[in-house]
Protein backbone atom coordinates (compact mmCIF):
# COMPACT_ATOMS: atom_id res chain seq x y z
CA UNK A 1 0.00 0.00 0.00
CA UNK A 2 1.35 3.33 -1.07
CA UNK A 3 1.57 5.70 1.33
CA UNK A 4 0.50 9.31 0.41
CA UNK A 5 1.66 12.61 2.11
CA UNK A 6 0.90 16.41 2.27
CA UNK A 7 3.32 18.78 2.04
CA UNK A 8 3.06 19.63 5.47
CA UNK A 9 4.22 15.53 6.08
CA UNK A 10 1.05 14.89 7.46
CA UNK A 11 -0.48 11.58 6.65
CA UNK A 12 -3.25 10.96 5.30
CA UNK A 13 -6.49 8.84 6.28
CA UNK A 14 -6.47 5.04 6.04
CA UNK A 15 -9.75 5.18 3.77
CA UNK A 16 -7.61 7.80 1.32
CA UNK A 17 -4.83 5.50 1.20
CA UNK A 18 -6.76 2.24 0.10
CA UNK A 19 -8.17 4.73 -2.73
CA UNK A 20 -4.87 6.04 -3.64
CA UNK A 21 -3.22 2.49 -3.92
CA UNK A 22 -6.07 0.92 -6.15
CA UNK A 23 -5.92 4.23 -8.19
CA UNK A 24 -3.47 4.45 -11.68
CA UNK A 25 -1.45 7.88 -11.12
CA UNK A 26 -3.27 10.66 -13.16
CA UNK A 27 -6.52 10.62 -15.11
CA UNK A 28 -6.98 10.81 -18.62
CA UNK A 29 -9.16 13.31 -19.47
CA UNK A 30 -10.76 14.52 -23.05
CA UNK A 31 -10.35 18.03 -22.16
CA UNK A 32 -9.17 21.18 -19.55
CA UNK A 33 -11.74 21.20 -16.74
CA UNK A 34 -11.54 25.10 -17.19
CA UNK A 35 -10.18 27.81 -19.57
CA UNK A 36 -8.61 29.02 -17.29
CA UNK A 37 -4.85 27.54 -17.74
CA UNK A 38 -1.82 30.12 -16.74
CA UNK A 39 1.21 27.97 -17.07
CA UNK A 40 2.43 26.32 -20.40
CA UNK A 41 5.88 24.32 -20.72
CA UNK A 42 7.41 21.71 -22.87
CA UNK A 43 9.83 19.48 -20.85
CA UNK A 44 13.01 17.18 -23.14
CA UNK A 45 10.74 14.64 -23.72
CA UNK A 46 8.26 17.29 -25.94
CA UNK A 47 5.24 16.84 -23.53
CA UNK A 48 3.46 19.42 -22.63
CA UNK A 49 2.44 20.68 -19.28
CA UNK A 50 -0.71 23.23 -18.22
CA UNK A 51 -1.63 24.50 -14.92
CA UNK A 52 -4.58 25.90 -14.17
CA UNK A 53 -5.83 28.37 -11.27
CA UNK A 54 -6.96 25.22 -9.20
CA UNK A 55 -6.67 21.97 -10.95
CA UNK A 56 -3.52 20.45 -10.58
CA UNK A 57 -1.52 19.97 -13.70
CA UNK A 58 -2.19 18.53 -17.38
CA UNK A 59 -0.21 16.64 -19.63
CA UNK A 60 0.03 16.33 -23.04
CA UNK A 61 2.05 13.76 -24.50
CA UNK A 62 0.26 14.62 -28.77
CA UNK A 63 -1.84 11.50 -28.21
CA UNK A 64 -3.35 11.42 -24.52
CA UNK A 65 -4.55 14.29 -22.01
CA UNK A 66 -3.75 13.07 -18.17
CA UNK A 67 -4.60 14.86 -15.43
CA UNK A 68 -2.18 15.15 -11.68
CA UNK A 69 -3.40 16.51 -8.83
CA UNK A 70 -3.32 16.30 -5.24
CA UNK A 71 -4.93 12.76 -5.20
CA UNK A 72 -1.68 11.88 -7.31
CA UNK A 73 1.05 13.40 -4.26
CA UNK A 74 1.29 16.59 -5.99
CA UNK A 75 1.24 18.91 -3.10
CA UNK A 76 -1.25 21.46 -4.40
CA UNK A 77 -3.68 22.00 -7.38
CA UNK A 78 -2.52 25.96 -7.23
CA UNK A 79 0.60 25.74 -9.45
CA UNK A 80 2.61 28.65 -10.16
CA UNK A 81 5.47 27.57 -11.88
CA UNK A 82 6.93 24.47 -13.57
CA UNK A 83 10.67 23.56 -13.92
CA UNK A 84 12.90 20.52 -15.67
CA UNK A 85 16.45 19.34 -14.06
CA UNK A 86 18.71 18.09 -16.27
CA UNK A 87 17.90 14.52 -15.22
CA UNK A 88 14.11 15.35 -16.54
CA UNK A 89 12.80 15.39 -13.84
CA UNK A 90 9.55 18.44 -13.23
CA UNK A 91 9.17 20.77 -10.60
CA UNK A 92 5.84 22.17 -9.48
CA UNK A 93 5.96 25.59 -8.02
CA UNK A 94 2.75 26.04 -5.59
CA UNK A 95 1.92 27.69 -2.46
CA UNK A 96 2.14 24.78 -0.36
CA UNK A 97 5.43 23.87 -1.23
CA UNK A 98 7.29 22.44 -4.12
CA UNK A 99 6.82 19.16 -5.78
CA UNK A 100 9.51 17.01 -7.89
CA UNK A 101 7.80 14.67 -10.06
CA UNK A 102 10.08 11.79 -11.54
CA UNK A 103 7.91 10.32 -14.21
CA UNK A 104 6.43 8.22 -11.51
CA UNK A 105 5.92 9.74 -8.70
CA UNK A 106 5.55 12.73 -6.38
CA UNK A 107 7.45 14.35 -3.63
CA UNK A 108 7.53 17.35 -1.54
CA UNK A 109 10.99 18.85 -1.72
CA UNK A 110 12.69 19.41 2.16
CA UNK A 111 13.01 23.00 3.07
CA UNK A 112 16.26 23.56 4.92
CA UNK A 113 15.13 24.32 8.78
CA UNK A 114 16.61 27.32 10.40
CA UNK A 115 15.53 30.17 12.52
CA UNK A 116 17.59 32.21 10.25
CA UNK A 117 18.13 32.75 6.66
CA UNK A 118 21.62 31.39 6.77
CA UNK A 119 21.26 30.03 3.04
CA UNK A 120 24.11 31.51 0.84
CA UNK A 121 23.19 33.34 -2.60
CA UNK A 122 24.98 31.70 -5.19
CA UNK A 123 24.60 30.82 -8.70
CA UNK A 124 25.18 27.59 -9.53
CA UNK A 125 24.38 26.17 -13.24
CA UNK A 126 22.21 23.11 -12.07
CA UNK A 127 20.32 25.44 -9.15
CA UNK A 128 16.54 25.85 -9.59
CA UNK A 129 14.66 28.64 -7.74
CA UNK A 130 11.14 28.82 -6.49
CA UNK A 131 8.58 31.16 -4.80
CA UNK A 132 6.21 28.96 -3.07
CA UNK A 133 3.59 31.97 -3.42
CA UNK A 134 4.09 35.47 -2.63
CA UNK A 135 4.04 38.25 0.18
CA UNK A 136 6.64 35.68 2.41
CA UNK A 137 9.49 38.06 1.00
CA UNK A 138 11.72 34.71 0.97
CA UNK A 139 13.22 32.82 -2.56
CA UNK A 140 13.78 29.61 -2.70
CA UNK A 141 16.88 27.92 -4.34
CA UNK A 142 17.42 24.12 -4.47
CA UNK A 143 21.11 22.63 -4.67
CA UNK A 144 19.55 19.22 -6.11
CA UNK A 145 19.08 18.62 -2.24
CA UNK A 146 17.58 20.74 -0.13
CA UNK A 147 15.56 24.06 -0.63
CA UNK A 148 17.45 26.80 0.81
CA UNK A 149 14.70 29.70 1.61
CA UNK A 150 17.14 33.11 1.18
CA UNK A 151 15.46 36.41 2.43
CA UNK A 152 14.82 38.92 0.33
CA UNK A 153 16.66 42.58 1.38
CA UNK A 154 13.95 44.99 2.53
CA UNK A 155 13.81 48.23 -0.10
CA UNK A 156 14.33 52.01 1.42
CA UNK A 157 10.54 52.43 -0.67
CA UNK A 158 8.72 49.68 0.58
CA UNK A 159 7.76 51.53 4.54
CA UNK A 160 6.09 54.69 2.08
CA UNK A 161 4.95 52.38 -0.80
CA UNK A 162 2.65 50.90 2.65
CA UNK A 163 1.97 54.58 3.96
CA UNK A 164 0.78 55.36 0.84
CA UNK A 165 -1.66 52.19 -0.25
CA UNK A 166 -2.35 50.85 3.50
CA UNK A 167 -3.92 47.32 1.67
CA UNK A 168 -2.91 47.09 -1.52
CA UNK A 169 -3.59 43.80 -3.39
CA UNK A 170 -0.33 42.96 -4.40
CA UNK A 171 3.20 43.82 -2.91
CA UNK A 172 5.22 45.74 -5.60
CA UNK A 173 8.24 44.69 -3.23
CA UNK A 174 7.79 40.60 -3.87
CA UNK A 175 9.01 37.78 -6.32
CA UNK A 176 6.12 36.70 -8.76
CA UNK A 177 8.18 34.57 -10.85
CA UNK A 178 11.68 33.62 -11.82
CA UNK A 179 13.21 32.82 -14.87
CA UNK A 180 16.88 31.72 -16.00
CA UNK A 181 18.06 32.78 -19.18
CA UNK A 182 19.74 29.97 -21.50
CA UNK A 183 23.34 31.84 -20.76
CA UNK A 184 23.63 31.58 -16.98
Known amino acids: MATVLSCKAQATSTIAEASK ?13 SHQLM ?10 WFA ?3 E ?35 YFDTHEGVSKFDHEKFTTLEVQKTDEFS ?20 IYRFDGTILHPLKLPKSDLEDAFYEVNPNPSYSPYDIYTIYKDRSA
Open 21 to 33: SARELGDSISGFA
Open 39 to 48: IIFQDSQENY
Open 52 to 54: GKD
Open 56 to 90: GVYKYDGKALVLYSELDGLCSNIVSRIQEDEYGNL
Open 119 to 138: GKWELNESDLWFTMGFGNHV
